[in-house]
């Protein structure tokens, strides 16, 4: 029973489609329900004796686990297909390398706005300029206002350009910077009984990086 209440969801009231465990915790809800609401009686149960039920789940659950382990005692994880390794890999590692792929996105955001708008060189011409200013004396001062304005639209699509080569180059490098740093240590740490060598393992698992820009 506690088994299928762990992913239950309630249907009704305040908690209209939220898990069973959200409601548990509002103590006062729980209160009205136990005294008003009639029939749902499992889900009764299971609120009065909740952390009875929790002890159980964590305690099923590592029994599961142990009977995993005992079935999965002795198996050679280098006999599954290279497909199937480079995906298990990956999956494993994939909210890291997400957060890698971002932190270099957000780092040449940065560096754009600050190159365009934190610097000391003319938004118009790039030539260097005193207090942070936007422009230059002679853009501010002795041109036109539509051509400055040209010049700066310009500029800035020139910058933006060379950001986002710069930016595309180092994802395409992120790949087998990753594979290295990452993947490899990983399989080092892997116990197998295959007694392959981890140069077998890098070539039976030598296009991970490409899996990862696809």
């Not at 499992?42 to 029994?63: A, G, R, S």
């Not at 494993?92 to 000391?120: A, F, P, T």
């Not at 399989?187 to 820009?213: F, G, H, P, R």
Request: net charge positive.
């Amino acid at each position: 029973m506690c088994d299928k209440m762990e992913n239950y969801k309630i249907s009704f009231g305040k908690y209209a489609t939220k898990s069973v465990h959200l409601m548990v915790k509002d103590k006062s809800y729980c209160e009205w329900f136990l005294k008003n609401v009639k029939n749902h009686n499992e889900l009764k149960d299971y609120i009065i004796n909740y952390k009875k039920y929790c002890k159980q789940i964590e305690k099923n659950k590592i029994i599961k686990l142990n009977e995993i382990k005992e079935k999965m005692n002795g198996f050679n994880f280098f006999e599954l297909p290279n497909e199937l390794l480079r995906k298990i890999f990956f999956m494993s590692k994939q909210m890291h390398y997400n957060d890698m792929l971002i932190k270099i996105n957000l780092k040449y955001e940065k560096q754009l706005h600050d190159r365009l708008y934190c610097s000391n060189e003319c938004l118009s011409c790039g030539n260097r300029t005193q207090y942070n200013y936007k422009y230059c004396y002679s853009c501010n001062k002795e041109t036109i206002k539509s051509v400055r304005d040209k010049n700066t639209k310009k500029r800035i699509k020139y910058l933006t350009n060379q950001n986002d080569t710069k930016k595309q180059r180092e994802l395409n490098a992120l790949p087998l910077k990753y594979f290295e740093s990452c993947v490899i240590p990983s399989l080092k740490k892997i116990d197998t009984e295959c007694k392959k060598t981890i140069l077998q393992v890098m070539n039976a698992t030598t296009n991970i990086y490409i899996s990862s820009i696809n």
